[in-house]
């Protein structure tokens, strides 16, 4: 008896620090020595389907969370610094869309910094430089929340503007492309 | 003692003035109010408590219709005052209403469009030909004597702006725009703060009020109209570089440069501002360093993100955005 | 047929047969399962200052954060939380539940009931109240804590800058506790208008269960309104709603109007009770009659109606029209007026009646000289221009602060002293008490009278520091320190209530010679209440009570039934079984429970809690076997 209600109580608080993470919020950031002042390096080009999907947080990005904090943070930047204005609000248009489950260059959070610090062929610039480390973390923990990459707990349903695309709290899984066969 | 620069007692204009007087009223009323009410319960509690204890507890069920019919009439009195009091009290305050609303009517006002954002003001003194519109932030100049006409509204959340020497405070709320008249009629600083809760930074977001004599005021928006000083050296050239290669140039704008972000303060005239954040730091190149560098230690919260810069870049902005007068 | 017959020639003891019919089945699950109107009222009444005393502690971290200027003691994401459920645990925890509680602990002793008329309701109200509280509290400790203040204002706790589950989390929790403040409105207002003692008619009922009525009325209109706005709250949050969005036409000020539409009548659903409490406490410690019984009763009617036209004051700032604000300021001044006669009243009653100053009447005078200062400053704001500048500063903390303790915990206090004999059988140490008292009276004005002068120094509410310049340091200086003597003050009468549990003098039935019908049985009264149901013939009858006075008979004791009476005179008119002891109303809070949390993250939570909440229904309402004996007598 007395042990299944430690057991209960052990699972419970586990249950509760988990939603604890979720909703931690950081104001402090990584020192400079803990990050590179020129974030992740330039690499060669990875077309098509990356061979690192799923590969460890790269070591250069210490602070990155995927908070309910970073995303919402990150959502701010994304119109902010006019993400919008290729992919809308998501769904893509002169870029590609970012909630559907098919990621050009990957969709691990290292690759998706990459595509926004180096730029792609084709017409997505580089922001080296011209986006702090923190706010880079905050836009890929965003880019990825489009794609359902993100927990539910941690995104949220609506804008403040105007949206055609389905809400991310309602994003199970990201939307399969039709036409296209992923392993 | 508290700052008279924030004071809803000390007013500097018609509005507070007006409402300062209603609030003379309103004091002394309750005062008189509270004395008469206290004194009668006072007196009551007195006389029973005393005879408790010459009599003893008695019979509660014992009836007395002589005092009965005059504590009736007493409670129908003090009922009737009450209703004359707030009759009165009604009619002041709706007076002073239409007082309030008198400056409205002023053809000549002088508008300024004010935007509250988490966590500082966007104040924009408009001009018929765009690029000559004036940006500042967290700073409200207004010529002393001139009904200024501010129109009020947010870029996120519901903020409040409230400067209590002036006037009563107004929402600003997204979707909507507010107005609100007010005037002047001694040169100084007045100090105010966003008054509705508006998420973490709700207490270090200050505004900071100078009225003007006309001409200084007139000086000062030329001054504000014109593009941001040519960099006076080569460090500053320096710095202007770094200013437009680092994550700066995405949020701030720079009038007469390449930089032209709308997300953070305009800093065309950032120099000539006497304080940083919002009112949280004093505008010095100590404070300016320590906030580009760290600003979640200054404000934790706020939207500005550390930029690490290298030392000689860093001593590059500062010489740059320092000229910025 | 020969036990029957045995029966009828040897009558068994009526009060053994009581004790069978209404004690719940002894253990774990006896207790759980308890529909006892005393249990559930004594678990309110508990739960709700364990809630106050939570909320007290965040109130002092907010006072030592506040001590001196640029204070560090939390940092701003912290303190956004401690405030915002700081002020949902006193509204919605402490306040509400205690209140509601105290009704349900005595009302049907006052009507000379045994127990309320839907007891498994009552069970269930408590338990939704109490996932809820938990449900808030747990947020708060594992920094999911709401932070946008217990307003909630959209666009900062909707789905764009309210991030995270911290507001889902309130957002619940008000629908857990306004569900189970229905449930017991429900309760009082059905046992007020059918259980009372035959001759008990409208113009003989306490003045507590008249307060207590109006108040559960009061409920009955509020609170589905904010239900229904943390409904749409939660919605827009979850599934995209756009209820309060300005980008696709909405409004974010409608959420202003239906939460204000509800959170002003809920200062007067805090406030009657109060008044209920006074009016009690003055008759019992003034041993006279109330002056102006039906004026009373009237001015606590008025008082409730115009509670309901005055929620735009708190809204002046936000730029309504003109004549509407007009229209608001009067009806704001108007509500002065019945609680302005009620004051009256009172001083009428004291001047013809033999003071006790006992502790409990001390709280009644801590109370006058307190309330009467937060009702002066609620004339100021009710103007407009007033308000424009103080709104939102220190002097509405001030201001809030003396019409809710003055006004509500200081009676409040007053009545723990007043009912704890009868609620436990033992007295309260009157010297504590009375220290505690003052105690608490001095901390409170020192806490608070200072905060008038802060707001009109410019000092906005809801800061988490401020700035040496501004010289607001030593009035909050003065704050925090006053904080700790209320807080001190508070802890003697804790320490008091758990000694008196155990160590107290034993009360006997009526200890302070009190009026109404609680005081005719036992202290702590019997599971049934009365062993024989009392009849009535006038206001005080407990005072009365001549010999000849009749009691009811024909009502059975072997089963637990209740007599019902006609709505207006109280005649008798049929006779009821209430419920036992049952488990159903537990099971059920627990689904809904599933339902709310669930319903924070994923929108299935809504169908598959329903179902789970139909199937605790099933169980609560799964027809019962005929009782034995009536089969026996249907028999042919």
């Not at chain 1, 950031?29 to 098509?48: C, F, M, N, T, Y």
């Not at chain 2, 303060?265 to 919002?278: K, M, Q, V, Y």
């Amino acid at each position: 008896m007395t042990g299944r209600a430690l057991r209960t109580a052990a699972i419970l608080v586990g249950v509760l620090a988990c939603a604890c993470e979720r909703e931690r919020r950081t104001f402090t950031e990584p020192g400079p020595k803990a990050r590179p002042a020129s974030a992740p390096p330039s690499s060669s080009l990875v077309p098509g389907e990356s061979p690192i999907e799923g590969a460890p947080l790269d070591p250069a990005m210490p602070g990155y969370a995927e908070t309910a904090q970073a995303i919402s943070e990150g959502k701010l930047l994304y119109t902010w610094f006019n993400c919008v204005g290729c992919h809308a609000h998501g769904g893509g248009a002169m870029g590609p869309p970012l909630m559907d489950d098919d990621w050009i260059y990957g969709s691990a959070p290292s690759e998706v910094a990459q595509s926004i610090i180096a730029g792609r062929p084709r017409g997505m610039p580089s922001y080296r430089g011209k986006i702090a480390p923190t706010q880079l973390d905050q836009l890929v923990a965003y880019v990825r929340s489009l794609g359902g990459l993100a927990r539910g707990d941690a995104v949220q349903a609506r804008d403040e503007h105007i949206r055609l695309t389905p809400a991310p709290t309602l994003q199970h899984a990201a939307i399969p492309r039709p036409g296209r066969d992923r392993p | 003692m508290t700052d008279p620069r924030i004071s809803v007692l000390d007013p500097a204009g018609p509005q507070a003035a007006t409402i300062a007087s209603l609030w003379d009223v309103f004091l002394w009323i309750s005062i008189a109010v509270f004395v008469l009410v206290i004194a009668s319960f006072a007196v009551a509690t007195g006389r029973a408590v005393g005879r408790r204890r010459r009599d003893g507890d008695g019979d509660p069920l014992a009836e007395d219709p002589v005092s009965e019919r005059r504590m009736i009439r007493g409670i129908v009195l003090a009922g009737t005052v009450t209703v004359v009091t707030l009759l009165a009290l009604l009619i002041a305050s709706i007076r002073t209403g239409s007082a309030l609303a008198a400056l409205e009517d002023d053809a000549g006002a002088l508008h300024v469009r004010v935007t509250g954002r988490q966590w500082w003001w966007q104040i924009e003194y408009e001009h018929d030909d765009p690029p000559h519109s004036a940006t500042t932030a967290n700073e409200l100049h207004i010529p002393v004597g001139r009904t200024i006409h501010l129109e009020l509204t947010s870029a996120d959340v519901i903020h409040s702006f409230w400067v209590p020497s002036l006037h009563g405070k107004k929402d600003l709320i997204p979707g909507r725009i507010n107005r609100t008249w007010l005037r002047i009629d001694e040169p100084g600083e007045y100090l105010g703060q966003c008054a509705e809760f508006c998420g973490l930074e709700h207490a270090r977001m200050a505004i900071t009020v100078y009225a003007e004599p006309p001409e200084v005021f007139s000086a000062w928006l030329a001054h504000q109209r014109e593009p941001a000083a040519p960099p006076a050296d080569g460090q500053a050239v320096r710095g202007l570089a770094v200013f437009t290669g680092s994550p700066c140039v995405l949020c701030h704008a720079i009038a007469g440069t390449s930089a032209g972000g709308r997300l953070g303060p305009d800093l065309t005239h950032a120099a000539s501002r006497a304080r940083l954040a919002a009112g949280a730091l004093p505008n010095t190149i100590g404070n300016l360093a320590g906030w580009i560098l760290d600003p979640q230690s200054v404000k934790p919260g706020s939207h500005m993100p550390a930029t690490s810069l290298a030392p000689a870049d860093l001593h590059a902005l500062l010489a740059y955005l320092e000229g910025l007068r | 047929m020969t036990a029957v017959r045995e029966r009828e020639l040897e009558p068994p003891d009526p009060t053994a047969e009581l004790g069978r019919a209404w004690t719940r089945p002894a253990g774990v699950w006896g207790w759980l399962g308890d529909v006892d109107h005393k249990a559930i009222g004594r678990r309110y009444i508990t739960t709700a200052f364990v809630f106050f005393l939570l909320g007290g502690v965040l109130a002092l971290i907010m006072r030592l954060q506040l001590a001196g200027p640029n204070g560090d003691l939390v940092g701003p994401d912290r303190y956004d939380q401690i405030f915002t459920t700081h002020g949902s645990t006193m509204m919605f925890l402490f306040a509400v539940p205690v209140m509601q509680g105290f009704g349900v602990y005595l009302v049907p002793l006052m009507l000379g009931t045994r127990n309320v008329a839907f007891p498994r309701l009552n069970a269930y109200g408590y338990w939704t109240y109490l996932i809820g509280a938990v449900f808030l509290w747990v947020g708060l400790l594992t920094n999911t804590g709401p932070d946008a203040g217990w307003f909630a204002y959209v666009p900062l706790a909707g789905p764009e800058y309210g991030t995270g589950k911290r507001i889902d989390v309130w957002a619940q929790m008000i629908t857990f506790t306004e569900l189970s403040a229905l449930a017991v409105a429900i309760n009082l207002i059905a046992t007020t208008l059918k259980h009372r003692a035959p001759g008990m008619a409208l113009h003989r009922i306490p003045m507590f269960v008249w307060a207590s009525l109006i108040t559960s009325v009061m409920v009955v209109f509020a609170m589905p309104a904010v239900m229904l706005a943390s409904g749409m709250l939660a919605s827009d949050r979850l599934i995209a709603t756009q209820f309060f969005s300005a980008a696709e036409g909405s409004d974010p000020l409608l959420w202003q109007h239906l939460f204000w539409y509800f959170a002003h009548p809920e200062v007067y659903i805090i406030f009657v009770p109060a008044l209920g409490f006074v009016s009690s406490i003055i008759v019992a410690f003034a041993r006279t009659q109330l002056v102006g019984y039906t004026a009373t009763v009237l001015s606590m009617v008025t008082t409730a109606f115009i509670g309901f036209g005055v929620w735009v004051h708190h809204m002046f700032a936000t730029g309504l029209p003109q004549l509407g604000q007009s229209f608001f300021t009067a009806a704001s001044l108007l509500i002065a007026i019945p609680t302005g006669i009620q004051m009256f009243l009172w001083i009428a009653t004291l001047w013809r009646g033999r003071v006790r100053l006992a502790t409990a009447m001390l709280y009644v005078l801590a109370f006058f000289a307190t309330f009467l200062i937060g009702g002066l400053t609620g004339v100021m704001v009710a103007a407009v221009p007033l308000d424009l500048q103080v709104h939102d500063t220190f002097f509405v903390v001030a201001h809030l602060h003396y019409v809710l303790i003055g006004g509500a915990v200081f009676p409040l206090l007053g009545a723990v002293y007043y009912w704890f004999p009868k609620l436990t059988g033992r007295m309260l140490d009157e010297r504590a008490g009375k220290l505690s008292s003052v105690l608490v009276f001095v901390g409170f004005h020192l806490t608070f009278f200072p905060m008038h002068q802060l707001g009109l120094a410019g000092m906005p509410r809801r800061v988490f520091t401020y700035d040496v310049a501004t010289g607001w340091g030593s009035l909050n200086f003065l704050a925090t320190i006053g904080a700790f003597v209320l807080g001190l003050g508070i802890a003697i009468t804790l320490v008091n209530v758990v000694v008196a549990q155990w160590r107290g003098a034993i009360a006997g039935s009526d200890p302070w010679l009190g009026d109404g019908l609680e005081w005719t049985t036992a202290s702590p009264p019997p599971p049934y209440n009365f062993r024989e149901l009392p009849t009535v013939c006038d206001r005080y009858p407990a005072w009365t009570s001549p010999p000849d006075q009749p009691v009811v008979y024909g009502v059975r004791s072997d089963r637990p039934e209740q007599l019902v009476t006609t709505l207006v005179d109280a005649e008798p008119d049929h006779r009821t079984v209430v419920a036992a002891a049952t488990g159903a109303p537990l099971l059920t809070a627990l689904a809904t429970g599933v339902t709310f949390i669930g319903s924070i993250f994923t929108p299935w939570a809504v169908p598959l809690g329903a179902g789970l909440v139909a199937l605790g229904l099933v169980v609560w309402f799964w027809p019962k076997a005929p009782h034995r004996e009536e089969l026996l007598e249907a028999r042919p």
